[in-house]
């Protein structure tokens, strides 16, 4: 059984960060090679889809891979954003994948679904970070302790120093 507890907080803080964001008169410009505000939230959704598309595999018998890729492409972002209709849209689109990728959680799957060998691949600004199999576990775990709160602080240092949270 998975306790998804800590990724509904994390991504909760991610959400509360995005309307403080987009609440600001102000936001600083992204320091080279970092992204705006939309393109932060594309890249979460496209993570989260992602993941329940991994996810969704290993419910469905079949084996699955995750690589993230495709979620570092800026042309992918930035159509992600334009579909979402900016902003808002991708915050709405992420609080529903966010709730459907919670709902694995609790007896939703088994511990030896859960156990299932992930192999992952994953990159951070043309870095390998991750070449290893993982539990599927280890995708709710790496979205809760690490990927999500980045991006959270990613979009809070958007804001100006005055209005940092």
Avoid: K
């Avoid at 919670?102 to 600004?125: I, N, R, T, W, Y």
């Avoid at 959270?152 to 100006?160: G, N």
Wanted: glycine share 8%.
């Amino acid at each position: 059984m998975l306790d998804t507890t800590a990724l509904r907080e994390a991504y909760d803080s991610l959400l509360e960060a995005a309307v403080t964001v987009a609440d600001s008169a102000q936001l600083r410009t992204p320091p080279p090679g970092e992204w705006n505000a939309d393109r932060i939230l594309a890249h979460v959704c496209l993570v989260t889809a992602g993941t329940i598309a991994a996810v969704a595999a290993v419910a469905a018998g079949e084996h699955t891979t995750y690589d993230n890729r495709h979620a570092l492409d800026t042309w992918t972002i930035d159509r992600v954003a334009e579909r979402a209709g900016g902003f808002s849209g991708l915050r709405e689109r992420l609080r529903r994948q966010a709730e459907i990728l919670c709902g694995f959680g609790g007896p939703a799957l088994s511990d030896p679904e859960l156990d299932s060998p992930v192999p992952l691949l994953g990159l951070s600004a043309g870095a390998l970070l991750t070449d290893a199999v993982v539990p599927l576990r280890g995708l709710f775990g790496g979205l809760a302790d690490i990927e999500i709160p980045n991006h959270t602080r990613q979009l809070l240092a958007l804001l100006p120093e005055d209005a940092a949270v």
